[in-house]
């Protein structure tokens, strides 16, 4: 989990997590400024949660890199990218690990489909983010609804093979890395989330402009893309097999 002056989250997040997981897990909290407001807390709580780490993302400032160090430093098979302050998606870890136990290589939530829905936040990153994702998924062919949420399971084997170019604003990288597990033929799968943002409060660092430039050039480069992969597949797929 990245974070930036989180500690107010942080506390509530962790006993929600113990509640629902119930494999062997870590939770690596990744911070960029040693000033956070997050470490103390964190420290304070790694009494009583010894499977709580506390990492320093030395790579460069930004969610990208910060969950690229977190990666990096983790043990797990399965690794779930998740933001502390969204408490709804704690309720998909289960059938995302049944996923995954199944044979899936990446799992995304979805916020739009199977009854999935968004409360709270930002009402302008609301209707941009649902617009966004259902032009993309109707333009790009992708099976994913919601390519663009920040909560994402996969085998970290695989995180290994995406060769990630998404400058470090906002969550755009899970966007990135949505497109390009389904251009590498991995087995994609989705489970519906109720997110409701920022509950126990904190401040968002959406900024609209910022944001959304970084988005719009993956918006684009997957549009232009995956239905390429997708027409190969289809391609593949009718290819007559000789019979001798």
């Given amino acids: 989990m990245p974070v930036r002056n989180e500690g107010v989250n942080i506390e509530i997040m962790l006993k929600f997590l113990r509640a629902v997981i119930e494999i062997d897990h870590e939770i690596i909290i990744i911070y960029d400024d040693l000033n956070d407001d997050s470490i103390p807390v964190v420290k304070r709580l790694q009494s009583q949660y010894p499977n709580l780490r506390l990492l320093h993302n030395n790579l460069a400032r930004g969610v990208t890199n910060a969950i690229k160090a977190g990666i990096n430093a983790c043990f797990g098979e399965y690794v779930l990218i998740f933001a502390v302050d969204e408490v709804g998606p704690v ?37 941009l983010s649902r617009l966004a994702n259902k032009f993309f998924n109707i333009l790009s062919g992708s099976v994913l609804t919601d390519c663009t949420t920040g909560v994402k399971m996969f085998r970290k084997t695989i995180f290994e093979k995406i060769h990630l170019e998404a400058k470090p604003v906002g969550w755009v990288v899970v966007f990135e890395l949505a497109i390009k597990v389904q251009m590498a033929g991995f087995k994609v799968d989705e489970v519906p989330i109720v997110s409701i943002d920022r509950l126990y ?3 968002s660092t959406f900024l609209l402009g910022f944001w959304c430039k970084e988005y719009l050039k993956w918006f684009v480069w997957g549009i232009m893309n995956l239905p390429k992969f997708h027409k190969k597949q289809r391609v593949a797929v009718s290819v007559p097999t000789k019979v001798s």
């Fill in 91 to 127: 309720l998909a870890i289960d059938d995302m690990i049944r996923l995954m136990d199944e044979g899936c290589d990446f799992v995304s939530c979805t916020r739009y489909a199977k009854g999935g829905r968004r409360l709270g936040g930002s009402w302008i990153g609301g209707i």
């Fill in 201 to 203: 409060g904190g401040k």
